[in-house]
């Protein structure tokens, strides 16, 4: 990517940054370095055909908008068990303000979505999942707190329960400090055919 202010785009190297990036950060290392976590770049980051994520890959993936996302999960000890439940790190910078050094609530809502959004992906590349598309279909969202910029948050998400091609999420952004500062229900469907 070109743009000014844009993160150069080598793909091995972007994914290495951002996981260094909260290696970096002694309270996100705490996290990252517990036994069998398994971290990497945010799947919704990769760069895509036909500008498939490209919110999230490239609108935003700027150091002053969302400087980094990396998610992690533990990994189940059956390597045929779901991963059901992931954290997410991501910085953020005045770019996704709406007042001053406060994110925008849409962000903030995009953030909540996109982190649930990685529980299906996960589970479809480690071929637990069919591959359909899947998307949201409804999001309820409270805010407890602003999500102050710039900040560094966690995000945890985790399924509530599936019935059939209707699955039900929930995911929670809470600051350094541990305090919840949005929360989020959804509805995902996996959709019959392709987009």
């Not at 743009?3 to 290392?29: N, R, T, V």
């Not at 779901?82 to 050094?101: D, K, R, Y």
Request: aromatic share 8%; hydrophobic share 45%; net charge neutral.
């Amino acid at each position: 990517m070109s743009e000014a202010g844009a993160i150069p785009h080598d793909p091995a190297a972007a994914a290495a940054a951002e996981l260094a990036h909260f290696q970096a950060i002694p309270w996100c290392a705490a996290h990252l370095s517990k036994p069998n976590v398994v971290a990497h770049q945010s799947i919704s980051r990769e760069l895509k055909p036909r500008f498939t994520d490209a919110l999230v890959s490239q609108s935003l993936n700027t150091k002053d908008a969302m400087a980094a996302f990396v998610t992690f999960y533990t990994r189940p000890a059956d390597p045929s068990q779901l991963v059901e439940e992931i954290g997410a790190f991501l910085s953020l910078g005045p770019m996704v303000n709406g007042w001053p050094g406060i994110c925008h609530g849409g962000i903030v809502m995009t953030i909540l979505d996109e982190v649930m959004g990685q529980l299906p992906a996960i589970n479809k590349q480690r071929g637990l999942m069919p591959n359909n598309t899947i998307m949201t279909a409804y999001l309820n969202t409270k805010f407890f707190a602003p999500v102050r910029t710039p900040s560094t948050i966690m995000v945890t998400a985790r399924p509530i329960k599936v019935e059939g091609r209707k699955h039900f999420y929930e995911s929670v952004i809470t600051s350094e400090k541990g305090e919840e500062l949005a929360k989020a229900d959804a509805l995902f469907i996996f959709l019959k055919a392709k987009l």
